[in-house]
Structures are given as structure tokens and as C-alpha cells.
């Protein structure tokens, strides 16, 4: 479809071609465009004149890092080995009858220390006096005949001696022999009553040892033999006891240098939070071998137990003073870091600027530990907020303390 155009009498006019209307509608779009980007340009000439007219300004300064931190030290710090005990009583016996017989009476209280040789229980004792009574007089009888054929024995040497042909030298070697026989009759009579005296004595039963007794496993009346597996009675010897512990087999050698040198070795005994001492004793023993499933070695520590804290039976921590380092390099756990190349720690350097340096470590207590190379007296050192520095970085330290103040004792135990 074609446009037509009018003159300015009214005229109606031949239509103007299609293309010369889409040469206007060109020509009209290039000056739009032109215009649009007339106005970018002066916007940006006018941004560049801003820009350039106002001050660079500096990238904005990271704040320091707050930190914790302490103070290396010097000191002494003791080598201090733990293990997992028990308390091992130096003896228990469990009390039994020897003799078979009714319970005629209980002579000991429950709890109570006893004596060695205190009597403890009463077993019918009537049947042993009479057995004892038997023997006794089977004795006297062998004995009688004993000593009538030594008597004819002599009575047949003085008739030889005065007249030969009235006692044959045979009957006089029979008489002898019957002797003998006798005499080994007397003998077999002797031990059966001593051996009735014995269990006449056995039905008194005492305690083999001195400590204290157990709560009663047999009540009064009942019948006991010498195969009853609970007895009469367990006696615990309480004071002096012992603490049977182990150690991991790697440190058993610094422990063997001293105890063959016969020094001798502190070992206090803790309860199972290792919050209240329970006894101080020394160590008196250690095992021959080591144990190949655990790969730990047995030791046993003695106690005075004079208070009877340790109890027997009772699981204990035992810490074994092996050293004490003199004027050690002392820092805290809590400054050792560990990376890829080993220890380090954050040292906090002039102006609060912290530089990580390596270190080399040597025994640890969990609250202290000996710093061998890489630190020095006096250097100040990072123990909280570690996680947030880098090399270079700025700290602020709101509070220090020494690496040898007081602490509450660790958990972790020593190494």
C-alpha cells in the first residue's frame, strides 16, 4: 500500500515511493543516535573532570587481632610418668577349715583388723578328742609290747652269756626282729596321734595373717569342710599395700635406668579424676616381660596406706616421677601449633607484629611443655586466638600471664 500526498492547493498528489519513506525514517533514526551519544560522551567527560578533581583515597586498614598471650620462662619441670592402676593388697587369705565339722561359733566381728594367729571360728572339736583319745591308746598298747620283747631280748643275751646251749642263736635274731616290728608299730602309733592332735588343734581356726576382715560368708551351724571355696573368713592385709599400674613400653627405658641404678622412684596415687591424692609410695618392682597384646609393662609401686585410702581392688591413676629437668625452657600447650614442617608458634615481635617460628619439643606435663630450640627466656608467645593470624599480623593483647603461673592440675596426664 502506497501513501498519497496532497499540494498546498488541496491538489491531490501522486504517491511517494515506498523507499523514499524508509530513507527518512533512517535519516531520522542516525540523528537520534547521534544525539544519545553526544550526551555519553559529555557525561563521561564530566565523570573523568569529578574524578580526577577528588582525592585517591587509602585501602582501608585490617584491625589488629586480639590475642592471649604469655611469657616463656625457665625453671624446673618434673618428668612425670602416668598409668591406669589397681590397688593389689600385699596379702589376702581366704580363711578355710582344714577338718570337717559343724560351725560351733564365730569368734570375729565383720570389718575388724585381726592379729596373726587370732581365732576366728570354732568347728565341733568332740570327735577329735575322741579320735585323738584312740590313737593314744593304741600307742600305749604297741608301746607295752615294745617294751616286753626288749625285755625278753635281754633276758635271752644273759642266759647266751652264762650258757650257750640255752637260747639258739636263731631265736635270739627273732626276738630282735620282733623288736624292730614293734618299734615300727610305735612309730605309725606316734604320728596318728599327732596327727589327731593336729586336727583337734585345727578346730580352732585362726588367721594366717594380720589386716582386716571381710563380711562373714558362712553363718553359725552350718557344716564346713576344707573344700568350701569361700571358708570361714578373707583377711586383707590393708596397711602396708600396693598398686599394680602400666606404662606403655616406650617408656620404659629412662624407668629401668633409674630403678637398676637403684634410685629410688616417687609414685603418688590419684583417684580416677586425678583430683585428690590418695597415698604417696615408691616403686619396688617391675615386671619381666611386656605384655604383646597391649604392648604395656606391669609395675607395682608400695604404700604405707597408714590412712587406708587405698582400698583394695581400687582403680587408681598412678603418676611415676621418672626426672626433674633443671632450668628447662617452659612454655605452654596451649602456644604449640602444629603444620605440615612440624611445631611452631606464634611470637609475638616489636610493634605486636607475630612471626611464626619453629620449635623442637620435649616432655609435656598437658599444661607446660619443655621447649628444646626455637624459643628463648622472655619471648612472648600466642596461646589463644591462634586461628585467626597469619604471618605479619597485627595482635592486640588485652592479657598476658607467665608460662610457669599456677594452673589446676591437667586431665591428660604426662608424658
Known sequence: ??????????????????????????????FAVAALGGLAWAGAAAYDAWFASTPARAPAARPPVSVESALVSKGEFPV???????????????????????????????????????????????????????????????????????????????LRARMKDAVSEQQEDTQRAL?????????????????????????????PIEGRVGLRPVDLGNYVQANDPNGVAVVTQIAPTTVVFTLPSSQL??????????????????DNDRAHPLGQGRLIAIDNQIDAT???????????????????????????????????????????????????????GAENVVATRPITLGPSNGARVVILDGLHEGDRVVTQGVDRLREGANVSLPQTRKADAPKPRDKDGAS
Not at 197 to 206: C, E
Not at 301 to 330: M, Q
Open 253 to 270: 627405658q629412662p624407668v629401668l635406668k633409674r630403678f637398676r641404678a637403684g634410685e629410688e622412684l616417687p609414685v603418688v596415687a590419684y
Open 1 to 30: 500500500m502506497t501513501a498519497e500526498a496532497t499540494d498546498p492547493s488541496g491538489a491531490r498528489r501522486a504517491p511517494a515511493p515506498q523507499n523514499a519513506l524508509w530513507g527518512r525514517r533512517v535519516r531520522r533514526g542516525v
Open 294 to 348: 597391649t604392648g604395656t609393662v606391669k609395675l607395682r609401686a608400695l604404700f604405707p596406706n597408714a590412712d587406708e585410702k587405698l582400698f583394695p581392688n581400687l582403680f587408681v591413676n598412678a603418676e611415676l616421677l621418672v626426672d626433674s629437668l633443671k632450668g628447662a625452657t617452659l612454655a605452654p600447650a596451649e602456644a604449640v601449633q602444629r603444620g605440615a614442617k612440624g611445631a611452631f608458634a606464634y611470637v609475638v
Open 80 to 158: 612425670i610418668l602416668v598409668g591406669l592402676g589397681t590397688v593389689v593388697p600385699v596379702a589376702t587369705s581366704v580363711v578355710k577349715s582344714q577338718i570337717s565339722g559343724q560351725l560351733q561359733e564365730i569368734l570375729f566381728h565383720e570389718s575388724e583388723m585381726v592379729r596373726v594367729g587370732q581365732a576366728l571360728a570354732q568347728v565341733d572339736p568332740r570327735p577329735y578328742r575322741l579320735s585323738l583319745s584312740q590313737s593314744e591308746g593304741q600307742y600305749q598298747k604297741d608301746l607295752a609290747l615294745l617294751q616286753n620283747a626288749e625285755r625278753d631280748l635281754k633276758r635271752y643275751e644273759s
Open 179 to 207: 623288736i624292730a616290728q614293734y618299734r615300727g608299730v610305735v612309730a605309725v602309733d606316734q604320728a596318728q596321734v599327732d596327727q589327731a592332735r593336729l586336727n583337734l588343734d585345727y578346730t580352732r581356726i585362726v588367721s
